[in-house]
DNA sequence: TCCATACTTCGACCGTAGCCGAAGCATCTC
DNA sequence: GAGATGCTTCGGCTACGGTCGAAGTATGGA
Protein backbone atom coordinates (compact mmCIF):
# COMPACT_ATOMS: atom_id res chain seq x y z
CA UNK A 1 0.00 0.00 0.00
CA UNK A 2 1.35 3.55 0.90
CA UNK A 3 5.03 2.24 0.23
CA UNK A 4 7.93 4.69 -1.19
CA UNK A 5 8.02 8.02 -2.43
CA UNK A 6 5.16 10.03 -3.58
CA UNK A 7 4.91 9.48 -7.73
CA UNK A 8 1.45 10.50 -7.90
CA UNK A 9 2.39 14.25 -6.96
CA UNK A 10 4.73 14.63 -9.79
CA UNK A 11 2.91 12.19 -11.74
CA UNK A 12 -0.06 15.02 -11.59
CA UNK A 13 2.31 17.83 -11.76
CA UNK A 14 3.39 17.11 -15.28
CA UNK A 15 -0.22 15.16 -16.40
CA UNK A 16 -1.87 18.71 -17.20
CA UNK A 17 -1.60 19.88 -20.66
CA UNK A 18 -0.53 23.15 -20.01
CA UNK A 19 1.99 22.50 -17.36
CA UNK A 20 3.51 19.77 -20.04
CA UNK A 21 3.98 22.11 -22.54
CA UNK A 22 5.19 24.34 -20.60
CA UNK A 23 8.06 21.79 -19.20
CA UNK A 24 8.42 20.82 -22.83
CA UNK A 25 9.16 24.04 -23.87
CA UNK A 26 11.81 24.58 -20.92
CA UNK A 27 13.97 21.46 -22.10
CA UNK A 28 15.08 23.41 -24.88
CA UNK A 29 17.43 24.69 -22.16
CA UNK A 30 16.59 28.53 -22.08
CA UNK A 31 14.94 30.14 -19.32
CA UNK A 32 11.55 31.46 -20.35
CA UNK A 33 9.29 34.42 -18.66
CA UNK A 34 5.90 33.46 -16.99
CA UNK A 35 3.95 35.33 -20.22
CA UNK A 36 6.27 32.96 -22.76
CA UNK A 37 5.86 30.15 -21.38
CA UNK A 38 1.88 31.59 -20.83
CA UNK A 39 2.16 31.70 -24.79
CA UNK A 40 3.52 27.82 -24.99
CA UNK A 41 0.40 26.52 -22.97
CA UNK A 42 -2.27 28.09 -24.29
CA UNK A 43 -3.59 30.18 -21.28
CA UNK A 44 -3.93 33.57 -19.86
CA UNK A 45 -1.03 35.40 -17.37
CA UNK A 46 -3.24 34.19 -14.69
CA UNK A 47 -3.45 30.65 -15.46
CA UNK A 48 0.39 29.99 -16.31
CA UNK A 49 1.13 32.09 -12.98
CA UNK A 50 -0.51 29.19 -10.66
CA UNK A 51 0.86 26.27 -12.77
CA UNK A 52 4.42 27.93 -12.38
CA UNK A 53 3.94 28.07 -8.44
CA UNK A 54 2.59 24.94 -8.38
CA UNK A 55 5.64 23.84 -10.53
CA UNK A 56 8.51 25.90 -8.17
CA UNK A 57 6.36 24.36 -5.11
CA UNK A 58 7.08 20.54 -6.45
CA UNK A 59 10.52 21.27 -7.33
CA UNK A 60 10.51 20.97 -10.88
CA UNK A 61 11.20 24.79 -12.13
CA UNK A 62 13.53 27.52 -10.45
CA UNK A 63 12.61 30.76 -10.93
CA UNK A 64 15.12 33.63 -11.53
CA UNK A 65 13.91 37.11 -11.06
CA UNK A 66 15.44 39.77 -13.29
CA UNK A 67 13.72 43.16 -13.14
CA UNK A 68 10.55 43.24 -13.87
CA UNK A 69 10.86 39.70 -15.44
CA UNK A 70 10.59 35.88 -13.39
CA UNK A 71 12.70 33.87 -15.62
CA UNK A 72 11.64 30.10 -15.29
CA UNK A 73 14.11 27.15 -16.25
CA UNK A 74 14.15 24.00 -15.29
CA UNK A 75 15.40 23.34 -11.30
CA UNK A 76 18.21 20.78 -12.86
CA UNK A 77 19.17 18.10 -15.33
CA UNK A 78 17.51 15.57 -13.48
CA UNK A 79 14.10 17.15 -14.36
CA UNK A 80 15.49 17.64 -18.29
CA UNK A 81 16.17 13.96 -18.23
CA UNK A 82 13.19 12.20 -16.49
CA UNK A 83 10.86 14.74 -18.97
CA UNK A 84 12.59 13.61 -21.45
CA UNK A 85 12.46 9.72 -20.43
CA UNK A 86 8.57 10.11 -20.32
CA UNK A 87 8.47 11.38 -23.91
CA UNK A 88 10.82 8.15 -24.93
CA UNK A 89 7.76 6.51 -23.29
CA UNK A 90 5.20 8.23 -24.39
CA UNK A 91 6.56 7.51 -27.97
CA UNK A 92 7.12 4.15 -27.16
CA UNK A 93 3.20 3.84 -26.14
CA UNK A 94 1.92 5.83 -29.49
CA UNK A 95 1.10 8.71 -27.31
CA UNK A 96 1.62 11.30 -29.81
CA UNK A 97 0.65 14.56 -30.35
CA UNK A 98 -2.82 15.41 -32.97
CA UNK A 99 -1.05 17.22 -35.66
CA UNK A 100 2.53 16.21 -36.38
CA UNK A 101 2.36 19.91 -37.51
CA UNK A 102 5.38 21.49 -40.12
CA UNK A 103 8.38 21.95 -37.46
CA UNK A 104 8.24 18.06 -36.59
CA UNK A 105 10.79 16.87 -39.18
CA UNK A 106 12.94 20.21 -37.99
CA UNK A 107 12.65 18.78 -34.54
CA UNK A 108 13.20 15.46 -35.10
CA UNK A 109 17.11 16.04 -37.39
CA UNK A 110 18.25 18.34 -34.54
CA UNK A 111 16.81 19.68 -31.41
CA UNK A 112 17.94 20.73 -27.87
CA UNK A 113 17.76 18.67 -25.19
CA UNK A 114 18.63 20.28 -21.93
CA UNK A 115 21.57 21.57 -23.25
CA UNK A 116 23.21 19.03 -25.59
CA UNK A 117 22.28 17.87 -29.03
CA UNK A 118 19.41 15.65 -29.87
CA UNK A 119 17.57 14.38 -32.77
CA UNK A 120 18.80 12.50 -36.11
CA UNK A 121 22.48 14.96 -35.38
CA UNK A 122 23.30 14.02 -31.97
CA UNK A 123 22.25 10.25 -32.23
CA UNK A 124 24.58 10.18 -35.27
CA UNK A 125 27.56 12.21 -33.82
CA UNK A 126 27.48 10.24 -31.05
CA UNK A 127 27.62 6.71 -33.12
CA UNK A 128 30.16 8.30 -35.33
CA UNK A 129 32.25 9.59 -31.64
CA UNK A 130 32.28 5.42 -30.73
CA UNK A 131 32.73 4.32 -33.70
CA UNK A 132 36.30 6.26 -34.40
CA UNK A 133 37.39 4.95 -30.43
CA UNK A 134 36.82 8.61 -28.88
CA UNK A 135 34.45 7.11 -26.84
CA UNK A 136 33.64 3.54 -25.07
CA UNK A 137 30.16 2.52 -25.31
CA UNK A 138 29.40 -0.17 -22.42
CA UNK A 139 25.63 -1.10 -21.93
CA UNK A 140 24.51 1.80 -21.17
CA UNK A 141 27.40 3.78 -19.95
CA UNK A 142 29.62 6.09 -21.88
CA UNK A 143 33.33 7.17 -20.87
CA UNK A 144 35.97 9.27 -22.38
CA UNK A 145 39.08 7.47 -23.89
CA UNK A 146 42.16 8.87 -24.07
CA UNK A 147 42.10 9.32 -27.56
CA UNK A 148 38.66 11.10 -27.22
CA UNK A 149 40.58 12.88 -24.60
CA UNK A 150 43.14 14.09 -27.69
CA UNK A 151 40.36 14.70 -30.52
CA UNK A 152 38.44 16.78 -28.22
CA UNK A 153 41.25 18.80 -27.16
CA UNK A 154 42.17 19.99 -31.18
CA UNK A 155 38.54 20.44 -31.29
CA UNK A 156 39.18 23.09 -28.88
CA UNK A 157 37.66 21.60 -25.80
CA UNK A 158 39.03 21.62 -22.77
CA UNK A 159 38.44 18.42 -21.07
CA UNK A 160 40.54 18.92 -18.11
CA UNK A 161 38.12 21.54 -17.52
CA UNK A 162 35.30 19.87 -17.52
CA UNK A 163 36.62 17.02 -15.46
CA UNK A 164 36.63 19.01 -12.78
CA UNK A 165 33.16 20.11 -12.65
CA UNK A 166 31.00 17.50 -10.38
CA UNK A 167 29.20 16.93 -13.15
CA UNK A 168 29.29 13.69 -14.98
CA UNK A 169 31.27 14.13 -18.23
CA UNK A 170 29.95 11.78 -20.63
CA UNK A 171 26.08 10.66 -20.11
CA UNK A 172 23.84 8.71 -21.83
CA UNK A 173 20.28 10.40 -23.27
CA UNK A 174 17.61 8.08 -24.79
CA UNK A 175 16.26 9.98 -27.88
CA UNK A 176 12.83 10.11 -28.22
CA UNK A 177 12.65 10.21 -31.75
CA UNK A 178 15.08 7.98 -32.81
CA UNK A 179 14.78 5.49 -29.56
CA UNK A 180 18.46 5.72 -29.15
CA UNK A 181 21.26 7.25 -27.38
CA UNK A 182 22.88 10.48 -27.66
CA UNK A 183 25.55 11.82 -25.71
CA UNK A 184 24.40 14.13 -22.62
CA UNK A 185 26.75 15.47 -19.73
CA UNK A 186 29.07 18.49 -19.50
CA UNK A 187 30.66 16.82 -22.70
CA UNK A 188 27.53 17.14 -24.33
CA UNK A 189 26.72 20.25 -23.89
CA UNK A 190 30.32 21.55 -24.48
CA UNK A 191 29.97 20.08 -28.02
CA UNK A 192 26.84 22.15 -28.67
CA UNK A 193 27.93 25.39 -27.17
CA UNK A 194 31.10 25.17 -29.58
CA UNK A 195 28.62 24.50 -32.52
CA UNK A 196 27.24 27.18 -31.43
CA UNK A 197 30.12 29.54 -30.83
CA UNK A 198 31.35 28.38 -34.38
CA UNK A 199 28.49 29.30 -35.95
CA UNK A 200 27.66 26.18 -37.43
CA UNK A 201 24.45 26.01 -35.84
CA UNK A 202 22.16 28.26 -34.01
CA UNK A 203 18.68 27.94 -31.89
CA UNK A 204 15.40 28.61 -33.19
CA UNK A 205 13.22 31.48 -31.89
CA UNK A 206 10.19 29.32 -30.05
CA UNK A 207 11.01 26.10 -30.91
CA UNK A 208 13.08 23.25 -29.45
CA UNK A 209 14.68 22.76 -32.45
CA UNK A 210 18.23 23.48 -33.81
CA UNK A 211 19.45 25.09 -37.19
CA UNK A 212 22.37 24.15 -39.26
CA UNK A 213 23.75 26.62 -41.49
CA UNK A 214 24.86 25.07 -44.62
CA UNK A 215 28.57 25.64 -44.34
CA UNK A 216 28.07 24.59 -40.71
CA UNK A 217 26.30 21.51 -41.95
CA UNK A 218 29.24 20.58 -43.88
CA UNK A 219 31.75 20.83 -41.13
CA UNK A 220 29.60 18.51 -38.83
CA UNK A 221 28.92 15.91 -41.42
CA UNK A 222 33.13 16.07 -41.88
CA UNK A 223 33.72 15.85 -38.48
CA UNK A 224 31.43 13.31 -37.43
CA UNK A 225 31.10 11.04 -40.82
CA UNK A 226 29.23 7.87 -40.49
CA UNK A 227 29.76 4.47 -42.32
CA UNK A 228 27.26 4.45 -45.24
CA UNK A 229 26.50 0.78 -45.64
CA UNK A 230 27.56 -0.08 -48.78
CA UNK A 231 24.92 -0.42 -51.77
CA UNK A 232 24.21 -3.50 -52.53
CA UNK B 1 4.53 24.69 -28.26
CA UNK B 2 2.96 21.22 -30.11
CA UNK B 3 6.06 19.55 -30.23
CA UNK B 4 6.62 16.04 -29.80
CA UNK B 5 5.18 13.04 -27.41
CA UNK B 6 2.60 13.77 -25.31
CA UNK B 7 3.52 13.23 -21.96
CA UNK B 8 0.82 15.03 -20.11
CA UNK B 9 -1.25 11.84 -20.94
CA UNK B 10 0.89 9.38 -19.66
CA UNK B 11 1.60 12.06 -16.43
CA UNK B 12 -2.14 12.01 -15.85
CA UNK B 13 -2.08 8.46 -15.75
CA UNK B 14 0.47 8.06 -13.05
CA UNK B 15 -1.07 11.18 -11.58
CA UNK B 16 -3.82 9.80 -9.49
CA UNK B 17 -2.94 8.63 -6.57
CA UNK B 18 -5.18 5.55 -6.52
CA UNK B 19 -3.37 4.24 -10.02
CA UNK B 20 -0.08 5.17 -8.77
CA UNK B 21 -0.58 2.88 -5.85
CA UNK B 22 -1.65 0.38 -8.33
CA UNK B 23 1.56 0.39 -10.62
CA UNK B 24 3.68 0.66 -7.68
CA UNK B 25 2.52 -2.57 -6.16
CA UNK B 26 3.08 -3.87 -9.77
CA UNK B 27 6.14 -2.78 -9.38
CA UNK B 28 6.68 -5.92 -6.85
CA UNK B 29 6.67 -8.28 -10.53
CA UNK B 30 3.66 -10.33 -9.24
CA UNK B 31 0.72 -9.84 -11.51
CA UNK B 32 -2.25 -8.64 -9.39
CA UNK B 33 -5.97 -9.09 -9.93
CA UNK B 34 -8.61 -6.57 -10.13
CA UNK B 35 -9.76 -7.41 -6.69
CA UNK B 36 -6.32 -7.19 -5.22
CA UNK B 37 -5.63 -4.19 -6.95
CA UNK B 38 -8.58 -2.37 -5.51
CA UNK B 39 -7.39 -3.21 -1.97
CA UNK B 40 -4.20 -1.35 -2.60
CA UNK B 41 -5.39 1.80 -4.22
CA UNK B 42 -7.85 1.65 -1.08
CA UNK B 43 -11.28 2.01 -3.25
CA UNK B 44 -13.99 -0.13 -4.57
CA UNK B 45 -14.14 -2.59 -6.63
CA UNK B 46 -16.27 -0.82 -9.97
CA UNK B 47 -14.01 2.68 -9.12
CA UNK B 48 -10.63 -0.13 -9.60
CA UNK B 49 -12.26 -1.34 -12.40
CA UNK B 50 -12.50 2.09 -14.33
CA UNK B 51 -8.65 2.94 -13.46
CA UNK B 52 -7.21 -0.29 -14.32
CA UNK B 53 -9.08 0.14 -17.80
CA UNK B 54 -7.75 3.32 -18.52
CA UNK B 55 -4.06 2.08 -17.70
CA UNK B 56 -4.34 -0.84 -19.75
CA UNK B 57 -5.55 1.65 -22.59
CA UNK B 58 -2.97 3.91 -21.70
CA UNK B 59 -0.62 1.02 -22.73
CA UNK B 60 0.72 0.49 -19.20
CA UNK B 61 -0.65 -2.63 -17.95
CA UNK B 62 -1.37 -6.08 -19.55
CA UNK B 63 -4.32 -8.32 -18.57
CA UNK B 64 -4.30 -12.00 -18.57
CA UNK B 65 -7.65 -13.69 -18.08
CA UNK B 66 -7.17 -16.80 -16.05
CA UNK B 67 -10.46 -18.05 -15.45
CA UNK B 68 -12.68 -15.53 -13.62
CA UNK B 69 -10.08 -13.58 -12.66
CA UNK B 70 -7.94 -11.21 -14.40
CA UNK B 71 -4.73 -10.61 -13.48
CA UNK B 72 -2.50 -7.33 -14.27
CA UNK B 73 1.06 -6.84 -14.23
CA UNK B 74 2.93 -3.77 -16.06
CA UNK B 75 2.91 -4.14 -19.70
CA UNK B 76 6.64 -4.41 -20.22
CA UNK B 77 10.37 -3.47 -18.54
CA UNK B 78 10.04 -0.30 -20.10
CA UNK B 79 7.69 0.70 -17.42
CA UNK B 80 9.03 -0.61 -14.42
CA UNK B 81 11.90 1.43 -14.88
CA UNK B 82 10.15 4.70 -15.60
CA UNK B 83 8.14 4.20 -12.27
CA UNK B 84 11.04 3.21 -10.71
CA UNK B 85 12.87 6.60 -11.96
CA UNK B 86 9.76 8.13 -10.80
CA UNK B 87 10.47 7.27 -7.55
CA UNK B 88 13.85 8.18 -7.50
CA UNK B 89 12.94 11.50 -8.94
CA UNK B 90 10.19 12.05 -6.26
CA UNK B 91 12.38 11.20 -3.28
CA UNK B 92 15.10 13.42 -4.64
CA UNK B 93 12.40 16.37 -4.18
CA UNK B 94 11.66 15.39 -0.92
CA UNK B 95 8.03 14.15 -1.81
CA UNK B 96 7.75 11.17 0.26
CA UNK B 97 4.23 9.66 2.00
CA UNK B 98 2.81 10.74 4.52
CA UNK B 99 3.65 8.02 7.07
CA UNK B 100 7.14 6.19 6.72
CA UNK B 101 5.11 3.27 8.34
CA UNK B 102 6.34 0.24 10.36
CA UNK B 103 7.27 -2.00 6.90
CA UNK B 104 9.40 0.91 5.59
CA UNK B 105 12.65 -0.18 6.77
CA UNK B 106 12.29 -3.80 5.52
CA UNK B 107 11.62 -1.71 1.77
CA UNK B 108 14.62 0.00 2.41
CA UNK B 109 16.72 -3.07 2.87
CA UNK B 110 15.75 -5.01 0.37
CA UNK B 111 13.02 -5.37 -2.44
CA UNK B 112 11.72 -6.52 -5.48
CA UNK B 113 12.00 -4.02 -8.76
CA UNK B 114 10.01 -5.41 -11.03
CA UNK B 115 11.97 -8.77 -11.50
CA UNK B 116 15.34 -8.09 -9.80
CA UNK B 117 16.76 -7.05 -6.02
CA UNK B 118 16.83 -3.45 -5.30
CA UNK B 119 17.38 -1.93 -1.70
CA UNK B 120 20.82 -1.97 0.41
CA UNK B 121 21.12 -5.33 -0.63
CA UNK B 122 20.53 -4.82 -4.14
CA UNK B 123 23.21 -1.76 -3.69
CA UNK B 124 25.72 -3.94 -2.31
CA UNK B 125 25.30 -6.44 -4.08
CA UNK B 126 26.38 -4.51 -7.52
CA UNK B 127 29.00 -3.02 -5.41
CA UNK B 128 30.75 -7.04 -4.41
CA UNK B 129 30.24 -8.01 -7.65
CA UNK B 130 32.47 -4.34 -9.40
CA UNK B 131 34.88 -4.86 -6.57
CA UNK B 132 35.72 -8.17 -7.54
CA UNK B 133 35.89 -7.11 -11.32
CA UNK B 134 32.73 -9.50 -12.42
CA UNK B 135 31.54 -6.68 -13.74
CA UNK B 136 32.47 -3.48 -15.43
CA UNK B 137 31.50 -0.14 -14.36
CA UNK B 138 31.54 2.95 -16.88
CA UNK B 139 29.80 5.64 -16.43
CA UNK B 140 26.10 4.28 -15.67
CA UNK B 141 26.80 1.33 -17.84
CA UNK B 142 27.30 -2.05 -16.73
CA UNK B 143 28.79 -5.11 -18.91
CA UNK B 144 29.58 -8.84 -17.70
CA UNK B 145 33.35 -9.44 -17.86
CA UNK B 146 34.96 -13.11 -18.77
CA UNK B 147 36.06 -13.55 -14.94
CA UNK B 148 32.00 -12.38 -14.51
CA UNK B 149 30.99 -15.28 -16.64
CA UNK B 150 32.48 -17.75 -14.42
CA UNK B 151 31.71 -16.35 -11.18
CA UNK B 152 28.32 -16.57 -12.00
CA UNK B 153 28.50 -20.18 -13.40
CA UNK B 154 29.75 -21.69 -10.65
CA UNK B 155 26.55 -20.18 -8.85
CA UNK B 156 24.85 -21.88 -11.02
CA UNK B 157 23.46 -19.43 -13.63
CA UNK B 158 23.99 -20.32 -17.19
CA UNK B 159 24.84 -16.87 -18.66
CA UNK B 160 24.96 -18.42 -22.39
CA UNK B 161 21.35 -19.06 -21.84
CA UNK B 162 20.51 -15.30 -21.04
CA UNK B 163 22.79 -14.17 -23.59
CA UNK B 164 20.13 -15.51 -26.06
CA UNK B 165 17.48 -13.25 -25.04
CA UNK B 166 17.16 -10.03 -26.61
CA UNK B 167 17.33 -8.52 -23.49
CA UNK B 168 19.74 -6.37 -22.06
CA UNK B 169 22.70 -9.13 -19.83
CA UNK B 170 23.27 -5.91 -17.02
CA UNK B 171 21.56 -3.23 -16.85
CA UNK B 172 22.03 -0.19 -14.39
CA UNK B 173 18.78 0.60 -12.26
CA UNK B 174 18.44 3.89 -10.29
CA UNK B 175 17.86 2.71 -6.25
CA UNK B 176 15.83 5.19 -4.72
CA UNK B 177 15.92 4.65 -1.48
CA UNK B 178 19.66 4.64 -1.63
CA UNK B 179 19.92 6.57 -4.38
CA UNK B 180 22.63 4.57 -6.11
CA UNK B 181 22.64 2.05 -8.86
CA UNK B 182 21.40 -1.43 -8.52
CA UNK B 183 22.18 -4.63 -11.17
CA UNK B 184 18.58 -4.96 -13.60
CA UNK B 185 18.42 -6.73 -16.79
CA UNK B 186 18.67 -10.58 -17.66
CA UNK B 187 21.39 -11.39 -15.15
CA UNK B 188 19.94 -9.05 -11.92
CA UNK B 189 16.87 -11.36 -12.61
CA UNK B 190 18.49 -14.17 -12.41
CA UNK B 191 20.40 -13.75 -9.51
CA UNK B 192 17.16 -12.56 -7.59
CA UNK B 193 15.39 -16.02 -9.04
CA UNK B 194 18.44 -18.24 -7.35
CA UNK B 195 18.12 -16.42 -4.48
CA UNK B 196 14.24 -17.93 -4.01
CA UNK B 197 15.45 -21.20 -5.36
CA UNK B 198 17.95 -21.65 -2.48
CA UNK B 199 15.76 -20.67 0.42
CA UNK B 200 17.96 -17.39 0.99
CA UNK B 201 14.90 -14.90 0.54
CA UNK B 202 11.38 -15.29 0.07
CA UNK B 203 8.84 -12.44 -1.58
CA UNK B 204 6.29 -11.20 1.49
CA UNK B 205 2.42 -11.09 0.75
CA UNK B 206 1.53 -8.08 0.11
CA UNK B 207 4.19 -5.96 -0.16
CA UNK B 208 7.57 -5.23 -2.64
CA UNK B 209 9.95 -6.62 0.41
CA UNK B 210 12.36 -9.21 0.32
CA UNK B 211 12.90 -11.24 3.46
CA UNK B 212 16.09 -13.18 3.90
CA UNK B 213 16.24 -15.96 6.27
CA UNK B 214 18.87 -16.35 8.86
CA UNK B 215 21.01 -18.55 6.87
CA UNK B 216 19.96 -17.08 3.37
CA UNK B 217 21.74 -14.07 4.89
CA UNK B 218 24.57 -15.40 5.59
CA UNK B 219 25.41 -16.53 2.42
CA UNK B 220 24.03 -13.66 0.64
CA UNK B 221 26.91 -11.53 2.85
CA UNK B 222 29.20 -14.00 2.21
CA UNK B 223 29.23 -14.14 -1.47
CA UNK B 224 28.70 -10.81 -2.11
CA UNK B 225 31.25 -9.60 0.73
CA UNK B 226 31.92 -5.07 1.04
CA UNK B 227 34.76 -3.93 1.83
CA UNK B 228 34.47 -2.64 5.42
CA UNK B 229 36.37 0.94 5.77
CA UNK B 230 39.41 -0.24 7.99
CA UNK B 231 38.67 1.94 11.66
CA UNK B 232 40.58 4.58 12.69
C1' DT C 1 5.12 61.83 -10.30
C1' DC C 2 2.74 59.23 -13.60
C1' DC C 3 2.17 55.66 -16.61
C1' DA C 4 3.33 51.24 -18.72
C1' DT C 5 4.73 46.60 -18.23
C1' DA C 6 5.25 42.12 -15.70
C1' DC C 7 3.31 39.39 -12.71
C1' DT C 8 0.26 37.74 -8.60
C1' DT C 9 -3.97 37.32 -5.97
C1' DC C 10 -8.91 37.07 -5.55
C1' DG C 11 -13.31 35.46 -6.70
C1' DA C 12 -16.44 33.06 -9.32
C1' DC C 13 -17.58 29.75 -12.87
C1' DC C 14 -17.57 25.37 -14.90
C1' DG C 15 -16.20 20.77 -16.53
C1' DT C 16 -14.11 16.77 -15.79
C1' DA C 17 -12.89 12.98 -13.45
C1' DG C 18 -13.17 10.27 -9.37
C1' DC C 19 -16.30 7.98 -6.52
C1' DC C 20 -19.86 4.59 -5.09
C1' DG C 21 -24.61 1.89 -5.19
C1' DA C 22 -26.98 -1.02 -7.95
C1' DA C 23 -27.55 -3.82 -11.65
C1' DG C 24 -25.59 -6.68 -15.37
C1' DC C 25 -22.29 -10.37 -17.43
C1' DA C 26 -19.16 -14.00 -17.10
C1' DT C 27 -17.19 -17.94 -14.94
C1' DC C 28 -16.64 -21.50 -11.63
C1' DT C 29 -18.78 -24.83 -8.02
C1' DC C 30 -22.10 -27.77 -6.48
C1' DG D 1 -29.92 -25.13 -12.86
C1' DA D 2 -28.95 -22.46 -8.65
C1' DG D 3 -25.84 -19.92 -6.23
C1' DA D 4 -21.38 -17.87 -5.33
C1' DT D 5 -17.52 -15.18 -6.90
C1' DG D 6 -14.97 -11.85 -9.97
C1' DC D 7 -15.41 -8.15 -12.66
C1' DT D 8 -17.74 -4.46 -15.74
C1' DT D 9 -21.25 -1.08 -16.89
C1' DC D 10 -24.58 2.41 -15.75
C1' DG D 11 -26.26 6.42 -13.45
C1' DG D 12 -25.92 10.05 -10.50
C1' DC D 13 -23.47 12.62 -7.02
C1' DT D 14 -19.59 15.47 -5.61
C1' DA D 15 -15.48 17.87 -5.34
C1' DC D 16 -11.36 19.38 -6.98
C1' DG D 17 -8.77 21.79 -10.15
C1' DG D 18 -8.33 24.52 -14.28
C1' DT D 19 -9.95 28.68 -16.24
C1' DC D 20 -10.53 33.65 -16.79
C1' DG D 21 -11.99 38.75 -15.47
C1' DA D 22 -10.84 42.12 -12.49
C1' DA D 23 -8.26 44.13 -9.14
C1' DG D 24 -3.81 44.46 -6.65
C1' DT D 25 1.45 44.71 -6.26
C1' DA D 26 6.09 45.34 -7.95
C1' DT D 27 9.50 47.22 -11.18
C1' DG D 28 11.16 50.32 -14.88
C1' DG D 29 11.12 54.36 -17.59
C1' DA D 30 9.90 59.10 -18.79
Known amino acids: MKEGPDIAQIGALIGDPARANMLAALTGGKA?????????????????????????????LLPRKQGRHRYF???DEAV?????????????????RHQP???????????????????????????????????????????????GEETFQCIGIDVADLKASRRPLCRSCLDWSERRAHLAGSLGKALLTSFFDKGWARRTAGSRSVIFSPEGERQFVALFPVETPVAA
Chains 1, 2 share one sequence.
Open 32 to 60: LTATELAAVGGITLQTASAHLAKLEAGGL
Open 73 to 75: SLA
Open 80 to 96: ARLIESMMGFAASRGHL
Open 101 to 147: GPKEPALRKARICYDHLAGDYGVRMLDSLVAKGAIDAVGDGLALTAK
